[in-house]
């Protein structure tokens, strides 16, 4: 690959990072806390593609050295960098959709490495709390804050053998380390949830029925739903636990 | 229509996601990488650096695993800067290696994760940090010893100090690192992808919850996911099944080797350096997981 390639091959680099970045897209693929740093590298790297172009145009032409035999047999793996240009740019792949994937996607686990007390719940007739946060709080909390308490829970239609589960993904940096957090839906509001398809996003009201015995690490809570509204699919598809 | 392809199918929409969580991911500690190498191709001389070193070689290997600390990040970002610390090889040859090795693993933010992964066994942290600066010291002493310079095909670009602006030989140095590693990151975070949904979990979750073949298992899942070293405590302290010195193992051979990690340094050092050197990073750090586990966690 000729140094001229090479730097547009940079510039596009840069240029699919910035615009998965303005778009939003990259919450797709990792965790938003990195937005600012992705923003700095997409220019960073556009800026160093700029100044070899802009260089090379100021001296007539590229570097001699780039031409001499030893650098130039190998650069052809750079051809290797529009295999993630045309991923960001033109196929974009969708968040991860566990019912589909599930096999890649392992459950999150709730052992009980030690019980400690978690802060209260927020005031209210039913708070909203995320779905990981519900399997926490059921096997670590040592208040026992979901006992006989409403809450409002948001994930999305996993259909399985037994009844509807409602899902939803965590991430802790992005999605090669995502896992997958459930509860049972059941109680009088389940049923509204049962002939949706998978992947519905649905908000639901209810309360956690306790876990029988010593929790471990297989244990699934339920949700004794009581309301069940559908809802659209958030803005950030994953939970992020920091 | 390559995008319908994508979208039909529930397999390659995974793959391709997990490609772009990794690449995506990597791109901003490549960046700080490629930024600190740029740096070091102005202002670090092999010279300044053999200077800078304590004189006895294995002294010299143990001060850059400390010194490994002070690079906050992940894995990605180390390769390039070891590749330009590393020079013509040399003195300061194996001192780049054990700083390649360390600094993603015990850098305080890699630590403090580690914490809040395991809230309740602090003793794993004590022991990655130990168990991963043995491995990078180890291996440190180890390429002294027997590392052979033919090995490294891959040479850097000369840099014409003398004759060009500070200013220039920085944008080049950055700009030549990331296009070479960032190509070989292409090619680990489709090995990656391809592995997570090839190779099915149960395999692992069945397997894993035996000692023994549990730390086999473990390693070989650290080389296969190719996690982010900031994140990778977190898979750890999921896989609840799994006793607690197996998933050290995972902690301190994940950094040290991985599939995107070998061809970043194939690409970065030559293909019979890699070839060599990852295999031997993955048994000498299974084995140092396995005797600092052993001393600092008692063999749960």
Redesign the interface.
């Known amino acids: 690959m000729s140094r001229e390639t090479?730097n547009i091959?940079?510039l596009l680099?840069g240029i699919s990072?910035a615009v998965?970045t303005v778009s939003g897209a990259?919450t797709?693929?990792?965790k938003p806390g990195?937005l600012p740093?992705?923003a700095?590298?997409a220019l960073?790297?556009i800026a160093?593609?700029l100044?070899?172009i802009i260089?090379d145009i100021r001296r007539g032409g590229p570097?001699p050295?780039?031409h001499s035999e030893?650098?130039s047999h190998?650069?052809g793996?750079?051809?290797?960098?529009v295999?993630?240009i045309?991923?960001?740019l033109?196929?974009?792949?969708?968040?991860?959709?566990p019912s589909?994937?599930a096999?890649?996607?392992?459950a999150?686990?709730n052992?009980v490495?030690?019980r400690f007390p978690f802060a209260p719940l927020p005031p209210g007739s039913a708070p909203e709390v995320s779905l990981p946060e519900v399997l926490r709080r059921e096997v670590q909390d040592s208040t026992g804050s979901l006992t006989n308490r409403s809450i409002t829970v948001t994930g999305f239609v996993l259909n399985e053998a037994q009844g509807v589960d409602l899902g939803r993904i965590v991430?802790?940096?992005?999605?090669?380390?995502?896992?997958l957090a459930r509860l049972h839906l059941r109680g009088p509001a389940a049923p509204h949830a049962a002939g949706l398809p998978d992947n519905t996003w649905l908000r639901v009201e209810g309360q956690v029925k306790p876990l029988a015995g010593q929790p471990n690490?297989r244990m699934i809570p339920t949700l004794e739903a009581t309301k069940v509204t559908r809802i659209d699919a958030p803005a950030n598809p994953y939970d992020y636990?920091? | 229509m390559l995008r319908n392809a994508v979208f039909g199918s529930a397999a390659l929409s995974t793959a391709g996601t997990v490609f772009c969580g990794v690449f995506v991911q990597a791109v901003p500690f490549l960046a700080l990488g490629v930024v600190v190498s740029g740096l070091i191709a102005v202002f670090v001389s092999p010279e300044r650096l053999a200077r800078w070193l304590p004189r006895r070689p294995a002294v010299a290997v143990v001060a850059a695993g400390v010194g490994g600390a002070a690079l906050p990040g992940c894995e990605c970002g180390s390769v390039p800067v070891a590749r330009r610390l590393f020079g013509e090889g040399g003195a300061t040859g194996a001192a780049a290696l054990t700083f390649m090795l360390a600094a993603p693993a015990i850098n305080p933010v890699v630590l403090v994760a580690t914490a809040v992964a395991f809230p309740g066994a602090p003793r794993m942290v004590v022991a990655r940090m130990g168990a991963s600066l043995l491995t990078a010291v180890i291996m440190g002493w180890a390429w002294s010893r027997w590392g052979r310079p033919e090995w490294i095909t891959r040479q850097l670009p000369p840099s014409g100090v003398q004759t060009q602006s500070r200013w220039v030989v920085f944008a080049e140095a950055a700009r030549h690192d990331f296009l070479q590693a960032a190509s070989y990151l292409v090619v680990g975070a489709a090995a990656a992808a391809a592995l997570h949904v090839v190779v099915p979990r149960w395999v692992f979750e069945h397997l894993a919850a035996h000692l023994i073949l549990g730390v086999v298992v473990m390693a070989a899942l650290a080389v296969v996911l190719a996690l982010c070293s900031e994140a990778d405590a977190f898979v750890a302290a999921s896989m609840t099944m799994v006793p607690l010195l197996p998933r050290l193992v995972f902690l301190v051979v994940g950094p040290a080797v991985d599939v995107k990690l070998f061809a970043m340094q194939a690409g970065m050092f030559g293909r019979a350096f890699a070839a060599r050197f990852a295999p031997t990073t993955l048994l000498v750090a299974t084995a140092s997981a396995c005797a600092v586990g052993l001393v600092v966690l008692g063999g749960g």
Request: aromatic content about 8%; some cysteine; charged content about 10%.
């Open positions: 090479e091959v940079l680099v990072i998965i990259f797709r693929y990792v990195l740093w992705l700095a590298s960073l790297l160093l593609a100044v070899a260089g570097r050295s780039d030893a650098h190998r650069t793996i750079v051809w290797l960098l295999v993630p045309l991923v960001l033109v196929v974009a792949p969708p968040a991860l959709r589909a994937a096999p890649s996607v392992p999150v686990s052992v490495l030690n991430i802790y940096c992005c999605a090669a380390d995502a896992q690490y636990p920091h």
